[in-house]
Nanobody
Framework: VQLVESGGGWVQAGGSLRLSCAASGSIFSIATMGWYRQAPGKQRELVARITGFGTTNYADSVRGRFTISRDNAKNTVYLQMNSLKPEDTAVYYC????????WGQGTQVTVSS
């Protein structure tokens, strides 16, 4: 399985970005997928995840601002990020959580105040 993220970049506070993660492999539709992030000097943390059934979970810090979704026909998972804050600045990683764990290479998101 290969996971390729895209959509990161620079944005001013209050702006929006949409991250995409394209996955290879035939089991994507049943896989639980997640977005994680790691800021400088901090541990990597879960941002959001979505099951194959479409059940979603969010970190408290992003609930109401971020939306995770998936398109099984395109083997792609998305993270729509609205009302971005400087503290959202981090490298964002896509991860397949189940049935086997795989990580993407990460994409940088920088939010300026």
């Amino acid at each position: 399985v290969q996971l390729v993220e895209s959509g990161g970049g620079w944005v001013q506070a209050g702006g929006s970005l949409r991250l995409s993660c394209a996955a290879s492999g035939s089991i994507f539709s049943i896989a639980t997928m997640g977005w994680y992030r790691q800021a400088p000097g901090k541990q990597r943390e879960l941002v959001a995840r979505i099951t194959g059934f479409g059940t979603t979970n969010y970190a408290d810090s992003v609930r109401g601002r971020f939306t995770i979704s998936r398109d099984n026909a395109k083997n792609t998972v998305y993270l729509q990020m609205n009302s971005l804050k400087p503290e959202d600045t981090a490298v964002y990683y896509c991860k397949q959580l189940t049935p086997t764990e795989y990580w993407g290479q990460g994409t940088q998101v920088t939010v300026s105040s």
